[in-house]
């Protein structure tokens, strides 16, 4: 690659060890997306490259700067987000934890931030370790602690239990939590154990199957209804007409993964069907490309996705 013009760009050490990244990593992503080439003669970066390309792998690395100047950690994903946030020329969307902003890691999750920011009704469509649930309960916990809400409801179809929880023994909240597990852990990595408590005591956190939203009205709430695939039409409808007064809602799933009987009768896809394109409502989707798993989660679900599409034997 020719040097062309070139620039200089001082950084203070350890914003340097994270823009070159481990064995230089970080800085070949940079310099593969805009086609520049990137030094580090010391005290900074040097950038040669056509002026555009300059330009724009500037702003990746002052982004990328400026979560080191946060005392925010930089992974490959962040990097990533910093490149299409350069490229669009739009901010990174964030939202907040007990740990500093929650901020997007891929394109698609920023895109759901800015959904969950200007909706009252977001539907997030997408495979597992996407964040969308993770994302809507660090956006709903702000949304707590800020006051616009006064309390965070999370519900989902409890699958496995068929719904029949009164068979189970113990109080409602032995009953479960079994199936709620993977929220308290994001409730939990965003509030910290001790806030999430004291909150869940004074009842503003609640976390229950559908089942118990029937004849409720949720006002001044954010609610999210988790594993979405799996409600019926009619379950769907019933959580749906919950919304009160200044209360929003998150709705997530997989529609490739509905565990119900008969997957037809999933009320997550009729529900986009109905209502994608009504004033007030956006649509969320994501692909393989935002999961921020192992990076090995994401071949897996490209390879069930591919098996799924060839034709029976």
Same mark, same amino acid.
């Given at each position: 690659m020719s040097r062309g013009p070139s620039e200089f760009l001082p950084l203070g050490d350890e914003a340097l060890r994270v823009v070159?990244?481990?064995?230089?990593?970080? @800085?070949?992503l940079i310099e593969d997306a805009f086609h520049v080439l990137i030094e580090t003669p010391g005290g900074g970066v040097a950038l040669s490259g056509e002026a555009?390309?300059?330009?724009? @792998?500037?702003? /990746?690395?002052?982004?990328?700067?400026?979560? &080191?100047?946060?005392?925010?950690?930089v992974t490959p994903a962040d990097v990533r987000v910093a490149i299409d946030q350069a490229r669009s020329g739009g901010p990174a969307?964030?939202?907040?934890?007990?740990?500093?902003?929650? /901020?997007?890691?891929?394109?698609?999750?920023?895109?759901?931030?800015?959904?969950?920011?200007?909706?009252?009704? #977001?539907?997030? !469509?997408?495979?597992?370790?996407t964040g969308k649930t993770f994302l809507a309960v660090a956006h709903g916990a702000s949304l707590l602690r800020s006051g616009v809400v006064e309390r965070l409801v999370v519900t989902r179809p409890a699958v496995e239990a068929g719904e029949r929880l009164g068979f189970l023994p113990g109080d409602l909240t032995e009953k479960v939590d079994p199936y709620m597990a993977p929220v308290w852990? /994001?409730?939990?990595?965003? !509030?910290?154990?001790?806030?999430?408590?004291?909150?869940?005591?004074?009842g503003e956190i609640e976390v229950a199957p559908i089942a118990f939203m029937r004849g409720r009205t949720l006002s001044h709430a954010f609610v999210i209804v988790d594993e979405a695939q799996n409600t019926s039409r009619l379950q769907m409808k019933? #959580?749906?007409?919950?919304?009160?007064?200044?209360?929003?809602?998150? &709705?997530?799933?997989?529609?490739?993964? &509905?565990?119900?009987?008969?997957?037809?009768?999933?009320?997550?896809?009729h529900a986009v069907s !109905?209502?994608?394109?009504?004033?007030?409502?956006? &649509?969320a989707h994501f692909s393989v490309a935002d999961v921020v798993r192992h990076p090995l989660v994401g071949r897996i679900v490209e390879a069930y996705e591919a098996d799924k599409a060839r034709p029976p034997l």
């Open positions: 070159a990244g481990p064995a230089g990593r970080h @800085a070949a555009k390309a300059r330009r724009s @792998a500037r702003q /990746a690395i002052e982004f990328l700067a400026g979560r &080191v100047a946060s005392r925010l950690e969307a964030s939202s907040a934890s007990r740990r500093g902003p929650v /901020a997007a890691k891929t394109a698609g999750q920023a895109r759901y931030l800015d959904a969950l920011a200007g909706h009252d009704l #977001v539907f997030a !469509l997408g495979p597992a370790g852990e /994001a409730m939990t990595d965003i !509030l910290g154990a001790e806030s999430l408590r004291r909150r869940r005591d004074r019933m #959580v749906l007409t919950r919304l009160g007064e200044g209360s929003q809602m998150a &709705v997530t799933g997989d529609p490739s993964q &509905v565990d119900l009987l008969n997957p037809a009768e999933s009320g997550l896809a !109905l209502l994608q394109g009504m004033e007030g409502v956006s &649509v």
